[in-house]
């Protein structure tokens, strides 16, 4: 399977792990692994030095975040749409690096000492988070001050917006949503509570049956789905997924 350019996907190549040069810009969103990753590393030398506070949080009581559980998926109608195995192995090997890279950053906060559980809760508004979320990058700064409690929240909030049933979800055009799904995944703890591997079943059922209604020769935009379902089952073990990467 051949892969075009990701100019506009959020998936990380195997690629050799460079810091930011002079040319790095840290106000431009990362729009590849190597940028990501640079990104990562221009945050980790100022990260333990400033911790910032989060801003107040607005703390409504909201509504129901159950997830509406899917259909069992069919195998996807064209196996060109699969990703191939090289290519699944150069995902997992670059998700595992930036996870250790976030250890890293923890670390160093830790010896800082930062003491996350001083952190304020966050807000459970959803419309507020998926606002901030379209405007805001998942930057390390951000990601690194919640809790685990927080970045299980997100996810659920985020696998519910993958298959919002108001619009037609493309994770190639919706950007935002493939870039904070991939840094939350990033940034959860381990070992993970059986609540939290439900969610990322809910998000590989539903980027299959995204991935289901594309074209044969829309291999680009199944590049996304390929990435989330094949972190669920090559890094999170969920291998009875395995038929559908």
């Not at 980790?44 to 009581?61: D, H």
């Not at 190639?172 to 904070?180: E, T, Y």
């Not at 799904?181 to 980027?207: D, G, K, N, Q, W």
Request: some cysteine; aromatic content about 8%; hydrophobic content about 35%.
């Amino acid at each position: 399977m051949q892969h075009e350019p990701e100019d506009q996907t959020f998936q990380l190549q195997a690629l050799e792990i460079c810091e930011p040069d002079s040319s790095f810009d840290p106000q431009k969103p990362p729009e590849s692994g190597e940028e990501y990753l640079m990104h990562m590393f221009y945050e980790r030398k100022r990260c333990p030095a400033v911790v910032t506070k989060r801003p107040s949080k607005i703390r409504n009581n909201t509504g129901n975040t159950t997830l509406e559980m899917l259909d069992n998926p069919e195998l996807p109608p064209f196996k060109c749409l699969l990703p191939t195995p090289e290519w699944r192995s150069e995902q997992v090997k670059s998700f595992q690096a930036a996870r250790s890279q976030v250890l890293v950053l923890r670390k160093e906060l830790a010896n800082n000492n930062y003491d996350q559980s001083g952190e304020p809760p966050l807000t459970s508004d959803q419309e507020k988070w998926k606002e901030f979320c379209r405007n805001q990058q998942p930057l390390l700064s951000t990601l690194l001050h919640l809790t685990q409690n927080d970045l299980e929240l997100l996810l659920e909030m985020l696998s519910k917006w993958l298959q919002d049933p108001n619009i037609t979800v493309d994770l190639l055009h919706d950007v935002w949503l493939a870039r904070w799904l991939y840094a939350t995944l990033v940034c959860l703890h381990l070992p993970l509570e059986p609540h939290v591997f439900s969610t990322l079943r809910y998000i590989a059922r539903t980027c299959i049956h995204l991935r289901n209604q594309l074209k044969e020769d829309e291999v680009q935009r199944a590049a996304p789905y390929n990435l989330l379902l094949t972190l669920t089952v090559q890094v999170f073990a969920q291998n009875d997924f395995k038929d559908y990467i």
